[in-house]
């Protein structure tokens, strides 16, 4: 059994690099429920993949390559439940995996009440984190400034999801995918409206429909920082339990490039939301997204996570994927990742945050980020 330090380490490698699918063994994959959808597709969110679990119940979001180029692990047999992994480079062994199994209701009978597949409504994210991007649309892409990792509208072109999702559909979503017990909280996401408050007035809707049915089922929010802070209370007031309010690169010189949409948006403005959040949503219930692999400075970047965790923020740290034929960003180094979470988990303890406090959403679920293992081993 694998014990939580080197669940860690492991976790690390394969947020970084994913595992390469072998030719020969494709049909056996597809028995086995792996879908063979090489590299990232789409979605609002940096990462894509599918989920596995290490023998010790430690969650990791992994992509899946058919390029040998892109990893040295490889996803071997499926052997009495787990898959065992090898480091090719290497000749070694590397892990078991089992793989987390998609939810019934995203087989093609399962529609909502007016017709949509509910597939396109809501996935489910890690084992029981039901997510859903609630408007696929950003203003951000619209103006050709549309952040260099988001593959918000390609979704929508590729017809697997609807523009918008109603307050109706979801709540019929989430009954079904909490009979099969997958369904234990919910992140909640959506592109930029160019309008005072963001989008927020949609969340809102939202919010107040599922708690109406659902008032224990934790809810988190995604939106981006506000002028106008009372919308903040408001979404808390309308039903949300946690708030990710994501700067995504912190060096501003990069965020400049990557983000070039959100750039707009000072600094200063998403500390004060994120001040503001912190007195409504309470401690260990506001995160931000990190991204790491643009190339950033590593002492400016510790520097810059020790400011915004002495504010009592989770920085939720993930390595960005590339979407295939969109955009080829750089690979982080797993070991220079592991040192990044490392500090990070450091700096949450001398200052009293606790990511394993948190109520619902991304942090929760810790698919796509070690940090959850990074502070449990610190």
Not at 90 to 106: C, R
Not at 285 to 298: C, I, S
């Amino acid at each position: 059994m694998i014990d939580n330090y080197n669940a860690f380490i492991k976790k690390s490698e394969l947020l970084c690099k994913g595992l390469y699918l072998d030719e020969e063994l494709i049909n056996h994959y597809k028995e086995q429920g792996v879908e063979i959808d090489f590299g990232r597709k789409g979605g609002a969110g940096p990462l894509g993949g599918r989920y596995f679990l290490f023998e010790n119940g430690i969650l990791v979001n992994v992509a899946l390559w058919d390029n040998i180029n892109r990893t040295d692990l490889v996803l071997k047999e499926n052997l009495e439940g787990y898959f065992e992994v090898f480091n090719i480079e290497k000749n070694d062994f590397f892990g078991k995996l089992k793989l987390v199994q998609n939810p019934e209701y995203y087989k093609p009978m399962y529609k909502t009440s007016d017709g949509i597949p509910m597939k396109k409504i809501a996935l489910v994210h890690g084992v029981n984190c039901l997510a859903s991007t609630i408007y696929q649309q950003c203003v951000y892409w619209a103006c050709g400034e549309g952040c260099k990792f988001c593959g918000i509208e390609l979704s929508l072109h590729s017809e697997d999801t609807i523009l918008e999702k109603s307050p109706q559909q979801m709540v019929e979503v989430i009954e079904v995918a909490k009979k099969e017990k997958r369904c234990d909280h919910m992140t909640l996401t959506s592109g930029t409206d160019e309008t005072k408050d963001k989008g927020a007035n949609r969340y809102i809707e939202l919010l107040t429909e599922i708690k109406k049915y659902y008032p224990d089922l934790p809810l988190h929010v995604q939106i981006e920082p506000l002028k106008d802070l009372s919308y903040i209370h408001k979404l808390k007031k309308a039903g949300a339990d946690t708030i990710g309010i994501h700067i995504e690169v912190l060096d501003d010189t990069i965020r400049k490039k990557i983000t070039p949409g959100k750039y707009h948006i000072p600094y200063k403005q998403f500390k004060r939301n994120w001040e503001n959040a912190i007195e409504i949503f309470g401690d260990n219930q506001v995160e931000t997204y990190v991204l790491t692999g643009f190339g950033e400075d590593y002492n400016k970047l510790i520097s810059d996570i020790a400011k915004v965790v002495s504010l009592g923020i989770i920085p939720f740290i993930t390595p960005v994927r590339s979407i295939p034929g969109r955009n080829n960003l750089p690979i982080t180094d797993h070991r220079l990742l592991v040192k990044i979470y490392q500090k990070a988990a450091n700096l949450m303890k001398q200052y009293g945050v606790n990511p394993l406090e948190n109520k619902a959403g991304c942090v929760r679920c810790g698919g796509c980020s070690a940090i959850n293992e990074a502070y449990k081993v610190a």
